[in-house]
C-alpha cells in the first residue's frame, strides 16, 4: 500500500472515531473504531509518524473551530501511540507540546488533561522511550532502584450480580494474555524500545531481537538495567540530557551485539530482516477477585504492599513497612492503635538539640512511630494528615479534579505503589464497593498504614446481567453508568459499550489452547481506560440512619445512589373502587413528617418542616440529565429554587421525589389522587406519625433492606476521623478553645472518586 492510500486509510480511521462521538446513537460498533486504528498502528509501526500528523491536525482544526467535544479523546488517542511509537520524528514530539501548552487557556477539564500530556510529553522529548519504559516497569513490578514505582490492577466481580459464564470469559482472556507475557520478555521490550527510540535508524533493530531472545537471564538483566539507568539518569539531568543518554545507550548497544554491531550498522541485507518488528506495550498484571465482603478490599490492598517483588528503598522505609504491615494481623477495631503523640520529649530549645551532622550519623530507630516522625525546630511531625485524608482534591458533589499530590514519606520520596481497583457490575455493585471504601477509611483512621504508601484509584464498567427477572429493570440499575456516560462522552464510548461485548464474550466458547497470540478486544479496553483514565468523578456518599424503635438507638448505614421508601399497606384498594368512598384517601399511604436543608445556592440554610400523606418516597444522588432544572411550581408548601442545572450545584444534593395522597372536596363527594412532588434537600428526616410501618431499600440491593421503619434521616456521611487527642492552646481563653474545638470537631463529606477520561464536561 502506497504512503497516501496509507494516510487516506488512518485518516478515514480518525473520522470515524470522531463521528462516534458527534453522534453516538447511529454507530452500531462504538468502541470498535478506536480500538481498530491502535491495532493498525501495532501491526505496522511505520504508521505511527503519519498517525501522529493526522491527529495533530485535527486537534488544531478542534481548536481553532471551537469543536472541544473531540480535544480529550483526540489528546489521549495522541498520548496512546506516542507512548508505543519509536520513530516518531523530534519535530512532532515539539509540535504535540506546544499543542498542549496552548491548550491550557481553555476551561477545566481541557485544561487539566492538556496540563498532564503536556508534562509527558515534556520528558518523552527530552528522553524518547521514558513513558514506555516507565509504563512496562510500574505495570509488570520490575525491580529498579532508579524507578522503583508499582502498580497493581484489582479487578473485583460480585458472582451475585456477574452471572458465572462473563466471570469465566474474562478470567480465561486474562490468563491467556498474561501467559504471553513473562518478566523476561517485558524486559526485552524495554531494552529493545530504548534503543530503537535512541538510536533510530543507527539501531539495527533485528539483530537486536535476536541477541535479546538468544541472552541468558542474567545478560537480559544486565542490559534491562543499563537501559534504565541511562533513560533514568538523562531524565535527571538538568543539561545535556540527551547527549550523555545517546553516549550510553550506544555503549550498551555495542556491548549487546559484540564485534557484530560494526557489521550491522553496514549491512544492508534483505529488507524485511532490516524492517523493525513491532514491539507490544504489555498488557497491565491484572488480579481477578470474586467480591465476597466489603473488608475484602482492605486486605487485598494490603497484600499489595506485601508482595515480595516490591523493592525496599532505604532502612527509613523498611521501617515505615512494619509499621500495620509487617506483622500479620486481621483488620478489625481490636488492633492496637499507633501512638498519636506529635510533640518531642526534648526541651525545644535550639541549643539542647543535638547537631546535624552528630543527628545525622546517629543510628535510625527501627519503631514505626520514629520512622514516621521528623525533627523541624524542636517540634516532631508526622509527614502525613493526622485525619487519614486520603489523597485526591476535597471536590463536592460529582465535581472533577486532578488527584492531589501525594504525601510524601520521606525527603524526595513520594508514594511508589499505585493499586487501580476495577469494579464491574450495575448500581449495586457500585453501592457495595462505597461501603468498602468507608470501612477502608474508617480502618486508615485508626491505624493509617496504607495510606501514606498506596495511592487507590477507582474505575468502574458497567456490566448488566442479562438473567434479571425483568428486562426493564435493567436501565434503573445503570443510572450512575448512564451519568458518567453523560458526563464524559468519552467513556460512554469506551466504557459503557463493553457490555454487549462482554455477554458476546461469555456466549462464545472458550479457548483451551493459549499458544498461539490472542488479541483480546475486551482485555485491551479494559488496558486502555486503566492507563488514560486519570480524570476522578466525585461521588458523595450518604449515611442513614433508621430507627426501627424511637426508644432505642437507630442503626446505621449508607447508600451511593439511591433510597427507596415504601409505606406498609394492609390491605390496598380494590380495582374499580368508588374514588370517592368515604375513608378511602385515610386508608392509603400514612402521614409524614418531614424536615429537611432546603439546597440553596446562596449556602444559607434554611429548614423546612412539613406534614403530608404519601405513599412513599424516593431519594436520588444522581441527577436523571446534565440540565435537570428545578421544578418551577411547587404544591402543598414544597420550596421551589430558581431553574439551575444540576452539574451547577456546588454543594452535596439530594433529588426528592414524593408520591402524595391529594384529597379534594367538590359537590358529589370527596376525592383523591396521587401526584409527583420533586425538591433539593441536602439532609432529611422523615417519620411516620399513624403508626405505619416503612421499608427502605438502599442502592437498589435486596441485600440492604431495612423493614418496620419509623424514622429515618438522611445527612452527608462524614470523612472517619482519627482518635488524635486535641492539643490545648493555653494563649485561647476557654469560649475560644471551645469554639475552636468545635470548628476541628465538624468532619468534611466522604466522597468516592470514579476515574474516567476528562470528568464532567460542562
Keep these: 500500500m502506497e504512503g497516501s492510500d496509507v494516510e487516506l486509510d488512518l485518516q478515514r480511521s480518525v473520522q470515524a472515531v470522531l463521528r462516534e462521538l458527534s453522534a453516538p446513537a447511529l454507530q452500531s460498533n462504538q468502541g470498535m473504531w478506536r480500538w481498530s486504528l491502535h491495532k493498525k498502528v501495532d501491526r505496522d509501526p511505520a504508521k505511527s509518524p503519519m498517525l501522529v500528523r493526522i491527529l495533530l491536525r485535527e486537534l488544531e482544526k478542534a481548536d481553532s473551530e471551537d469543536h472541544r467535544h473531540v480535544i480529550i479523546p483526540l489528546l489521549h488517542t495522541l498520548m496512546y501511540v506516542l507512548t508505543k511509537a ?16 496552548q491548550l491550557l487557556t481553555l476551561p477545566a477539564p481541557y485544561c487539566t488533561v492538556a496540563l498532564d500530556c503536556a508534562i509527558q510529553l515534556k520528558a518523552e522529548t527530552a528522553i524518547p522511550g521514558t513513558l514506555y519504559q516507565r509504563t512496562v516497569i510500574a505495570e509488570q513490578n520490575l525491580r529498579s532502584e532508579l524507578y522503583p514505582y508499582q502498580e497493581r490492577v484489582l479487578l473485583f466481580v460480585d ?21 504471553q507475557q513473562s518478566p523476561e520478555s517485558c524486559m526485552r521490550h524495554v531494552v529493545a524500545h530504548a534503543l530503537q527510540a535512541a538510536l533510530g535508524e543507527a539501531c539495527h533493530a533485528g539483530a537486536v531481537h535476536r541477541k535479546l531472545q538468544a541472552s541468558s537471564h542474567s545478560d537480559l538483566e544486565h542490559y534491562f538495567h543499563a537501559v534504565v539507568a541511562a533513560v533514568e539518569q538523562g531524565a535527571g539531568e538538568a543539561s545535556q540530557g540527551l547527549a550523555g543518554h545517546l553516549e550510553r545507550l550506544e555503549e550498551t548497544y555495542r556491548l549487546l551485539l559484540g564485534p557484530a554491531a560494526d557489521v550491522a550498522e553496514r549491512c544492508t541485507g534483505d529488507p524485511l530482516q532490516d524492517q523493525p518488528p513491532g514491539i507490544p506495550l504489555p498488557s497491565p498484571a491484572i488480579t481477578f477477585h470474586l467480591w465476597t465482603g466489603q473488608e475484602q478490599l482492605w486486605k487485598e490492598l494490603a497484600r499489595v504492599l506485601r508482595l515480595p517483588s516490591q523493592l525496599r528503598l532505604s532502612a527509613e522505609l523498611e521501617a515505615l513497612d512494619l509499621q500495620g504491615l509487617g506483622q500479620a494481623r486481621s483488620p478489625g477495631p481490636e488492633r492496637s492503635l499507633a501512638r498519636e503523640s506529635v510533640l518531642s520529649a526534648d526541651s525545644g530549645i535550639e541549643r539542647d538539640l543535638p547537631p546535624e551532622a552528630e543527628e545525622a550519623r546517629a543510628p535510625r530507630s527501627p519503631e514505626p512511630e520514629r520512622a514516621a516522625l521528623r525533627r523541624q525546630g524542636g517540634v516532631r511531625k508526622r509527614l502525613w494528615p493526622p485525619d487519614g485524608s486520603a489523597s485526591g482534591t476535597p471536590g463536592l458533589h460529582r465535581r472533577t479534579g486532578r488527584p492531589g499530590r501525594d504525601w510524601e514519606l520521606l525527603p524526595g520520596v513520594a508514594r511508589v505503589h499505585t493499586a487501580r481497583v476495577l469494579v464491574l457490575g450495575d448500581d449495586r455493585m457500585l453501592g457495595r464497593l462505597a461501603r468498602a471504601y468507608l470501612w477502608l477509611r474508617k480502618q486508615e483512621s485508626q491505624d493509617f498504614c496504607l495510606t501514606p504508601r498506596l495511592s487507590l484509584q477507582l ?10 427477572p425483568t428486562v426493564s429493570r435493567q436501565p434503573e440499575l445503570g443510572e450512575l453508568a448512564t451519568f458518567l456516560g453523560r458526563a464524559d462522552p468519552w467513556y460512554q464510548s469506551t466504557v459503557n459499550t463493553l457490555c454487549p461485548a462482554i455477554h458476546k464474550l461469555a456466549e462464545m466458547p472458550p479457548c483451551l489452547d493459549t499458544s498461539h497470540t490472542v488479541n483480546p478486544f475486551i482485555l485491551d479496553a479494559i488496558t486502555y481506560y486503566v492507563r488514560m483514565g486519570t480524570q476522578p468523578i466525585y461521588f458523595q456518599i450518604y449515611r442513614v440512619k433508621i430507627f426501627s424503635d424511637l426508644s432505642q438507638e ?15 399497606e394492609p390491605k390496598p384498594p380494590k380495582e374499580g373502587a368508588s374514588p370517592w368512598r368515604r375513608g378511602a384517601a385515610e386508608s392509603l399511604g400514612a402521614e409524614l413528617s418531614l424536615s429537611y436543608q432546603k439546597a440553596l445556592l446562596s449556602h444559607r440554610p434554611r429548614e423546612v418542616i412539613i406534614s403530608l400523606r404519601a405513599t412513599g418516597l424516593v431519594l436520588k444522588a444522581i441527577p436523571t440529565s446534565n440540565t435537570e432544572v428545578l421544578p418551577s411550581n411547587s404544591v402543598l408548601g414544597f420550596p ?17 421525589s414524593v408520591e402524595e395522597v391529594v384529597k379534594s372536596c367538590h359537590l358529589a363527594g370527596r376525592s383523591f389522587s396521587m401526584a409527583t412532588n420533586t425538591f433539593r434537600t441536602s ?3 422523615v417519620q411516620s406519625q399513624d403508626r405505619r410501618l416503612m421499608t427502605l431499600w438502599l442502592d437498589k440491593d435486596d441485600r440492604h433492606t431495612f423493614r418496620d421503619v419509623v424514622r ?23 469560649q475560644e478553645q471551645k469554639a475552636m474545638e468545635k470548628t476541628k470537631a465538624m468532619p468534611r463529606p466522604l466522597q468516592m472518586p470514579i476515574n474516567t477520561f476528562s470528568g464532567i464536561i460542562q
Excluded at 86 to 101: F, I, K, M, N, Q
Aim: charge should be negative; charged fraction near 20%.
Design 459 to 468: 474505575y468502574y464498567i458497567p456490566v448488566l446481567s442479562s438473567q434479571e
Design 554 to 568: 437507630p442503626t446505621e448505614d449508607i447508600f451511593l445512589t439511591e433510597l427507596k421508601m415504601k409505606i406498609h
Design 86 to 101: 519509536t520513530g516518531v520524528p523530534e519535530e512532532l514530539y515539539w509540535r504535540s507540546y506546544t499543542l498542549c501548552t
Design 712 to 734: 429515618f434521616e438522611v445527612d452527608p456521611c462524614p470523612e472517619p476521623c482519627s482518635r488524635t487527642p486535641k492539643s490545648k492552646m493555653p494563649w485561647l481563653n476557654p
Design 683 to 685: 439532609s432529611i428526616q
Design 640 to 656: 421551589h429554587c430558581p431553574p439551575v442545572a444540576a452539574s451547577a450545584m456546588d454543594h452535596t444534593c439530594l433529588n426528592v
Design 159 to 179: 458472582p451475585e450480580l456477574v452471572s458465572a459464564s462473563v466471570c469465566s470469559a474474562l478470567l480465561l482472556e486474562i490468563q491467556a494474555a498474561q501467559e
